[in-house]
């Protein structure tokens, strides 16, 4: 018998088998989900080349001087032809990011060179790039791509925003052919009013505590930790 096994009550074995059922059948759920999403048709073409500020890697480098012009057909370049972008809740007069899609920010930035091995990645958000950045090194990102899109209608125009001040949680997937650019899939963040269970799988974080005899409860990430 395995050990994790010993000692078990039979009560118990009958309920991890059923629940061991359980797992199984959303396993197999997830991968028609990822299936239907595949097959998807194709793309909507887009009709312009957004325009983001960026800067350099280094977030410590946060003047003007840092910043430069970045279109969306830059992102899908050196043989990238698929896009993922985070949009990032941060409203132009808001001082800090959304602590959610801050914690998810986190994630990524662990995973944002894994990532870069196999598509184009950045975290978009409507805040003044100066702002984006700070934030950024408060956090202690290293690897993300960040992109302001304070002077566009790139939020808007995806529908993770309803005015500037109501931003809107999301991941968008852009893809490529030739030097047509189309807007392939945005999530949707909110499957039922209020509430953003759709994104869970963009964190371990929610996952996690699911594994809990007292699960994820109303736990809501904060913008800092006290040490």
């Given at each position: 018998?395995?050990?994790?096994?010993?000692?078990?009550?039979?009560?118990?074995?009958?309920?991890?088998?059923?629940?061991?059922?359980?797992?199984?059948?959303?396993?197999?759920?997830?991968?028609?989900?990822?299936?239907l999403r595949r097959r998807?048709?194709?793309?909507?073409?887009?009709?312009?080349?957004?325009?983001?500020?960026?800067?350099?890697?280094?977030?410590?480098?946060?003047?003007?001087?840092?910043?430069?012009?970045?279109?969306?057909?830059?992102?899908?370049?050196?043989?990238?032809?698929?896009?993922?972008?985070?949009?990032?809740?941060?409203?132009?007069d808001a001082e800090r990011?959304?602590?959610?899609?801050?914690m998810w920010a986190d994630?990524?930035?662990?995973?944002?060179?894994?990532?870069?091995?196999?598509?184009?990645?950045?975290?978009?958000?409507?805040?003044?790039?100066?702002?984006?950045?700070?934030?950024?090194?408060?956090?202690?990102?290293?690897?993300?791509?960040?992109?302001?899109?304070?002077?566009?209608?790139?939020?808007?125009?995806?529908?993770?925003?309803?005015?500037?001040?109501?931003?809107?949680?999301?991941?968008?997937?852009?893809?490529?052919?030739?030097?047509?650019?189309?807007?392939?899939?945005?999530?949707?963040?909110?499957?039922?009013?209020?509430?953003?269970?759709?994104?869970?799988?963009?964190?371990?974080?929610?996952?996690?505590?699911?594994?809990?005899?007292?699960?994820?409860?109303?736990?809501?990430?904060?913008?800092?930790?006290?040490?």
């Amino acid at each position: 018998m395995s050990p994790i096994r010993d000692g078990q009550s039979a009560d118990y074995r009958k309920a991890r088998d059923e629940l061991l059922v359980a797992e199984r059948e959303l396993m197999e759920q997830r991968e028609r989900v990822a299936e239907l999403r595949r097959r998807l048709p194709g793309g909507t073409p887009l009709d312009r080349d957004y325009t983001f500020l960026e800067g350099p890697l280094d977030l410590n480098r946060n003047s003007e001087t840092d910043y430069f012009e970045t279109k969306l057909s830059d992102l899908l370049a050196d043989g990238r032809n698929e896009l993922i972008l985070q949009h990032m809740m941060f409203a132009p007069d808001a001082e800090r990011g959304c602590p959610m899609c801050s914690m998810w920010a986190d994630g990524f930035d662990g995973i944002a060179h894994h990532m870069g091995d196999r598509v184009a990645f950045a975290v978009v958000a409507r805040a003044p790039i100066e702002k984006l950045r700070a934030w950024g090194r408060a956090r202690g990102w290293r690897r993300l791509r960040l992109l302001s899109s304070s002077e566009t209608s790139f939020n808007a125009d995806f529908g993770v925003e309803i005015s500037p001040e109501r931003q809107l949680p999301g991941v968008s997937v852009f893809t490529r052919e030739g030097e047509v650019i189309q807007h392939y899939y945005t999530s949707e963040a909110s499957l039922v009013e209020r509430h953003h269970r759709a994104m869970d799988l963009f964190t371990p974080v929610w996952n996690l505590l699911d594994l809990l005899p007292s699960g994820r409860g109303d736990w809501m990430p904060k913008h800092f930790y006290d040490a």
